[in-house]
């Protein structure tokens, strides 16, 4: 039996993952019935499965196989308040039917399933394959593939670190009128801070392409009330991990020296483990796009192109500590991401086609590297060589 009957064979049990978990839309964090559909059906299949898994309930490894080499395939199933609009609801179908197709082909060695909570940053479990990697997840783990939709085909990857901070000012509540001098304003500490931070850019280095992004949670209850709390999102990118620590770093140095002459108290939470710059591996990326043009589709390569990152993602964790491929997939043209236009192109009917494809394109160049010892050794060679 070859790759693609496989596919054609388990089809419409691949395409009735997707619509499930499309239907049920859960944010990050609280993915308990997508987490649960899936590894019902990798146990279907054999899979042994760990869950929770690394602490958190949601998140799981399925594994199938023994002995080297072993690859890793990166799962998603959180959704966005519009739904699926980032298109996680796809790499689930995508994971799982790759990872049925490759178990049907394997002579030796293993395939791993990690499922993967709140890549959206949401909840608890935001950037679970931060804390994955951190906490050794992929120790075992010879190379990993990853799959997104987007409204282009490529492989590679590239993307911005960023760190995401919850600032909670406290205050004292007073009469705004009669008696304000007894209060003590949070907000106007929050509205300093805010404007500070923003001021922060001129102070940036140019080439480590800073991006602040800021949004206020909570202001007062009144207007005639002096607010005694007050709560901002600042959300920090930039192309190097390094240089953001520092950057990160000075935003919270500066806001503690605000509340400190606003008298006001400031708690500061890290909403997620920050993500870092992305690490590629061209040798596994140039086997998928091969694998594509096969398939009669000619892939940008994202890694080699001179666009810079404009997003982030904790998958880029994971690459800076095993070999680590990606493969985007077409829905549509001209997607804005997180859209109600981007949750409709990822109705699993309609990107069909495009999701069988996939599949196939990841399971061949699976199948490729774990037969060919050479392929492996430069594989590793190359991480070796340019990984973190």
């Known amino acids: 039996m070859n790759i693609d009957s496989i596919i054609r064979k388990r089809e419409d049990s691949i395409i009735s993952l997707s619509e499930k978990i499309y239907g049920f839309?859960?944010?990050?964090?609280?993915?308990?019935?997508?987490?649960?559909?899936?590894?019902?059906?990798?146990?279907?299949?054999?899979?042994?499965?760990?869950?929770?898994?690394?602490?958190?309930?949601?998140?799981?490894?399925?594994?199938?196989?023994?002995?080297?080499p072993v690859v890793g395939?990166?799962?998603?199933?959180?959704?966005?308040?519009?739904?699926?609009?980032c298109g996680h609801n796809l790499i689930s179908a995508w994971a799982y039917g790759t990872a049925i197709t490759v178990k049907n082909m394997l002579t030796s060695g293993k395939v791993v399933v990690f499922g993967t909570p709140s890549e959206e940053g949401i909840g608890p479990y935001a950037g679970s394959k931060a804390r994955m990697a951190t906490a050794g997840a992929f120790r075992d783990i010879d190379f990993v593939i990853g799959m997104h939709p987007d409204d282009i085909w490529?492989?590679?990857?590239?993307?911005l670190a960023d760190a995401e901070m919850e600032f909670t000012?406290?205050?004292?509540?007073?009469?705004?009128?009669?008696?304000?001098?007894?209060?003590?304003?949070?907000?106007?500490?929050?509205?300093?801070?805010?404007?500070?931070?923003?001021?922060?850019?001129?102070?940036?280095?140019?080439?480590?392409?800073?991006?602040?992004?800021?949004?206020?949670?909570?202001?007062?209850?009144?207007?005639?009330?002096?607010?005694?709390?007050?709560?901002?999102e600042v959300d920090v990118r930039s192309s190097s991990s390094s240089y953001l620590s520092g950057f990160v770093e000075k935003v919270k140095k500066l806001a503690h020296g605000i509340a400190e002459g606003y008298g006001v108290t400031l708690e500061i939470r890290d909403l997620m483990p920050m993500y870092t710059e992305y690490n590629a591996n061209r040798?596994?990326?140039?086997i998928l796009g091969e694998e594509l043009e096969r398939s009669g589709i000619t892939p940008i390569n994202i890694d080699e192109s001179d666009e810079p990152a404009s997003?982030?993602?904790?998958?880029?964790?994971?690459?800076?500590?095993?070999?680590?491929?990606?493969?985007?997939?077409?829905?549509?043209?001209?997607?804005?991401?997180?859209?109600?236009?981007f949750r409709e192109a990822a109705n699993p009917q309609r990107a069909r086609g495009e999701l069988l494809i996939t599949i196939?394109?990841?399971?061949?160049?699976?199948?490729k590297i774990m037969e060919n010892k050479h392929i492996m050794n430069s594989i590793k060679s190359e991480f070796d060589k340019h990984g973190k």
């Open 311 to 341: 997003g982030s993602t904790d998958e880029s964790n994971v690459s800076l500590v095993v070999p680590t491929g990606h493969i985007d997939m077409k829905i549509g043209t001209g997607l804005p991401g997180h859209s109600d236009e």
């Open 73 to 85: 395939l990166l799962m998603e199933y959180d959704a966005l308040p519009n739904g699926h609009s």
């Open 360 to 367: 196939s394109v990841a399971s061949r160049t699976i199948v």
């Open 154 to 159: 490529a492989v590679g990857s590239k993307a």
């Open 25 to 68: 839309a859960e944010l990050g964090s609280s993915e308990y019935k997508s987490s649960a559909l899936v590894i019902e059906e990798l146990k279907k299949e054999g899979f042994t499965i760990t869950n929770p898994y690394m602490g958190m309930d949601t998140a799981f490894r399925a594994e199938y196989g023994v002995g080297t």
């Open 283 to 286: 040798n596994i990326d140039s």
């Open 169 to 232: 000012f406290k205050g004292k509540a007073a009469h705004m009128a009669a008696s304000p001098c007894y209060g003590i304003n949070a907000l106007d500490a929050l509205v300093t801070t805010y404007t500070a931070i923003n001021n922060l850019r001129d102070s940036a280095k140019s080439d480590k392409n800073i991006v602040i992004g800021m949004v206020i949670r909570e202001g007062g209850q009144a207007s005639n009330v002096v607010p005694d709390r007050a709560v901002m």
